[in-house]
């Protein structure tokens, strides 16, 4: 069953501090996998995307990695800001799939 | 950069109203999606459209309709609206099969009363 499971779940830290979201799946065929932030009430908005060759991108202070052979993904947080406190979430698409799988998300707050 | 716009932020119906949300996207992309978000049950498929007239359902259809008469926009009714259709509605859209991911619309709140 194609799955994408995220964790932690919630996370909270210290504004400067670094963190890290993790993102393992289980999509077969794999096509790309995107990292998206969801403020509180909005549409999520694209951090990163990521094909199979690729396995770091950056974006900021947010770089992304991809292991394709172990299927696993993590976002990097570096020096928080308040204004990261959101929900992150992975999200794969499948090789001929038009359907994209989403994972739960994890939600961050960044406190002063 | 891509747009994808959904026509309403907030919106309150009563019960059994025929509701119509619209999502329109200018990147001329094949692919349109309707989803559903709730607290802890995170993002869910309602239909799927890949081409003009073209759709599918998704993982939740139940009550729900959609319509693509032109590419640019995605429509999703709800028939007869209940108060378990109170949600978070989020369109998306995408190029060829989902090759670089989706791009999402701001989000309508409909609230059914």
């Known amino acids: 069953k194609n799955q994408v499971e995220q964790s932690p779940q919630s996370l909270i830290i210290l504004e400067g501090k670094n963190c890290t979201l993790q993102?393992?799946?289980?999509?077969?065929?794999?096509?790309?996998l995107r990292w998206y932030k969801q403020d509180t009430g909005r549409g999520p908005v694209s951090l990163t995307i990521?094909?199979?060759?690729?396995n770091t991108k950056s974006n900021g202070r947010y770089t992304a990695t991809l292991d394709a052979d172990t299927k696993q993904s993590s976002l990097h947080i570096t020096a928080s800001q308040l204004s990261d406190s959101a929900s992150y979430i992975c999200?794969?698409?499948?090789?001929?799939?038009?359907?994209?799988?989403f994972g739960s998300g994890t939600r961050l707050l960044v406190r002063p | 950069d891509v747009k994808v716009t959904q026509s309403s932020r907030y919106l309150v119906k009563r019960t059994g109203e025929k509701v119509f949300l619209e999502c329109v996207q200018d990147?001329?992309?094949?692919?349109m999606f309707w989803y559903r978000q709730d607290p802890g049950l995170g993002l869910r498929l309602i239909y799927f459209?890949?081409?003009?007239?073209?759709?599918e359902k998704g993982d939740i259809p139940e009550g729900y309709s959609v319509s693509r008469e032109k590419k640019e926009r995605f429509s999703l009714i709800l028939e007869s609206a209940s108060t378990n259709q109170t949600s978070m509605y989020l369109c998306?859209?995408?190029?060829?099969?989902?090759?670089?991911?989706?791009?999402f619309g701001q989000g309508t709140r409909l609230t059914v009363v």
């Open positions: 990147m001329d992309h094949e692919n």
């Open positions: 990521m094909t199979f060759s690729e």
């Open positions: 998306a859209s995408s190029g060829g099969q989902g090759a670089f991911g989706a791009f």
């Open positions: 993102c393992n799946y289980t999509v077969s065929p794999f096509s790309n």
């Open positions: 459209s890949y081409d003009v007239k073209m759709k």
């Open positions: 999200v794969v698409s499948g090789g001929s799939s038009y359907k994209l799988i």
